[in-house]
C-alpha cells in the first residue's frame, strides 16, 4: 500500500515495492530499491529517503519521527527485521536481522551493524565499523574479506529484484 497522510504523499522512482509493503507519508524511494513483503516505511512526522540501490528486507520497519528525518544510503541492506528509526544509514553499510538504530544514530559508510545489535540514540558510528551487541558497539573494523562478502550479498539481493519484479508485479510509476 502506498498513501498520502497529513497531506504527505510517497515519491516512488523506478523501485520494487512488495504488494504487501506499506509506504506511506513523505518518503522518496529512488531507482532501483527494494523494498520486500510486510515491511512498513512510515513518513508521517519526518521525510524518509530511501537512495538509490538501498534494500529493504522482510518485515522491516523504517519510521521517522517528528525532528528525526531518516536517509539510507546507496546500496545499504536493512535485513530481515531490523528497525531504523530517526537515524541515517550511510551508503554500502548492512544492517542485520533484528538489529535496532534508533534516533539521531548515524552508522557511516561501509559498516555492518550485526544481527541483534542496538544502536542507542545519537550514536555516531565511523565508517568500516563492525558493532555488536545492547547497547551496540564497534568491535572490530570491516576487512576485506567482510567488505567482499557484504557486496556479494547486495548482488545477490539485486539479481533477486528482477525475480521479484516478474512473479510479484511492480509498483512504482513516480508515486
Known sequence: MRGEIFGKRPE?????????????????????VGIYPNTTI???DDRIVLKRGAMILDNCVVEAPRGHP???GERA???????????RVERHSVVGTGAVILDGSVVGENS??????????GTKIPRDSVV??????VVRS????LAMNMARDYDALSRKLDEY???RGILSNRG
Open 12 to 32: 516512488i522512482r523506478d523501485a520494487y515495492v512488495d504488494i504487501t509493503a506499506v509506504v506511506i507519508g513523505d518518503v522518496l524511494v529512488e531507482d532501483d
Open 42 to 44: 512510515r513518513a508521517d
Open 70 to 72: 531518516v536517509v539510507i
Open 77 to 87: 541492506i536493512i535485513s530481515h527485521g531490523a528497525i531504523v528509526h530517526g537515524a
Open 112 to 121: 555492518l551493524i550485526a544481527a541483534g545489535a542496538v544502536v542507542t540514540p
Open 132 to 137: 555488536a551487541g545492547i547497547p551496540g558497539k
Open 142 to 145: 570491516v576487512d576485506e574479506k
Open 165 to 167: 519484479r516478474r512473479v
